[in-house]
Protein backbone atom coordinates (compact mmCIF):
# COMPACT_ATOMS: atom_id res chain seq x y z
CA UNK A 1 0.00 0.00 0.00
CA UNK A 2 2.52 2.55 0.67
CA UNK A 3 4.32 2.10 -2.75
CA UNK A 4 0.65 2.30 -4.34
CA UNK A 5 0.61 5.81 -2.16
CA UNK A 6 3.97 7.08 -2.86
CA UNK A 7 3.38 6.18 -6.86
CA UNK A 8 0.27 8.25 -6.62
CA UNK A 9 1.72 11.39 -5.02
CA UNK A 10 5.03 11.65 -7.02
CA UNK A 11 2.23 11.33 -10.04
CA UNK A 12 0.39 14.22 -8.53
CA UNK A 13 3.95 16.33 -7.98
CA UNK A 14 4.61 15.88 -12.08
CA UNK A 15 1.16 17.10 -12.76
CA UNK A 16 1.39 20.06 -10.23
CA UNK A 17 5.05 21.05 -11.37
CA UNK A 18 4.38 20.69 -15.15
CA UNK A 19 0.81 23.18 -14.26
CA UNK A 20 3.05 25.26 -12.64
CA UNK A 21 5.24 25.73 -15.17
CA UNK A 22 3.02 25.79 -18.00
CA UNK A 23 0.04 28.12 -16.91
CA UNK A 24 -0.06 31.61 -18.20
CA UNK A 25 -2.12 32.86 -15.60
CA UNK A 26 0.24 33.53 -12.66
CA UNK A 27 -2.13 33.18 -10.07
CA UNK A 28 -3.27 29.88 -10.91
CA UNK A 29 0.61 28.99 -11.42
CA UNK A 30 0.88 30.07 -7.52
CA UNK A 31 -2.08 28.07 -6.61
CA UNK A 32 -0.43 25.04 -8.39
CA UNK A 33 2.80 26.10 -6.57
CA UNK A 34 0.70 25.54 -3.41
CA UNK A 35 -0.79 22.12 -3.80
CA UNK A 36 2.84 21.22 -4.91
CA UNK A 37 3.91 22.11 -1.39
CA UNK A 38 0.81 20.42 0.40
CA UNK A 39 1.38 17.33 -1.68
CA UNK A 40 5.29 17.39 -1.13
CA UNK A 41 4.31 18.03 2.74
CA UNK A 42 1.93 14.05 2.78
CA UNK A 43 4.97 13.09 0.78
CA UNK A 44 7.39 14.02 3.91
CA UNK A 45 4.70 12.29 6.34
CA UNK A 46 4.79 9.69 4.37
CA UNK A 47 8.33 9.32 4.57
CA UNK A 48 8.39 9.42 8.29
CA UNK A 49 9.73 12.76 8.08
CA UNK A 50 6.96 15.21 10.18
CA UNK A 51 9.60 18.19 11.02
CA UNK A 52 10.30 18.43 7.09
CA UNK A 53 6.53 18.29 6.42
CA UNK A 54 5.43 20.92 9.18
CA UNK A 55 8.37 23.43 7.60
CA UNK A 56 7.05 22.31 4.32
CA UNK A 57 3.67 22.93 4.41
CA UNK A 58 3.93 25.59 7.31
CA UNK A 59 6.99 27.67 5.26
CA UNK A 60 6.69 27.03 1.47
CA UNK A 61 3.00 26.33 1.47
CA UNK A 62 1.81 28.81 3.06
CA UNK A 63 4.32 32.03 3.59
CA UNK A 64 5.37 31.84 0.12
CA UNK A 65 2.07 31.75 -1.23
CA UNK A 66 0.75 34.79 0.56
CA UNK A 67 4.07 36.65 -0.81
CA UNK A 68 3.52 35.45 -4.35
CA UNK A 69 -0.42 36.28 -4.13
CA UNK A 70 0.52 40.20 -2.52
CA UNK A 71 3.15 40.41 -5.36
CA UNK A 72 0.57 39.66 -7.56
CA UNK A 73 -2.22 41.59 -6.94
CA UNK A 74 0.53 45.10 -6.01
CA UNK A 75 2.03 45.04 -9.82
CA UNK A 76 0.57 46.06 -13.03
CA UNK A 77 0.24 43.60 -15.14
CA UNK A 78 0.81 43.47 -19.24
CA UNK A 79 -0.83 42.26 -21.65
CA UNK A 80 0.69 41.03 -24.59
Known amino acids: ?3 ILNII ?3 LLIITALAACLLRNLLAAVIMLAAFSLIMGV ?3 VLRAPDLALA ?3 A ?3 VSTIFFVVTIF ?3 RKEE
Open 1 to 3: MPQ
Open 9 to 11: LLV
Open 43 to 45: MWV
Open 56 to 58: EVA
Open 60 to 62: IGV
Open 74 to 76: KTE
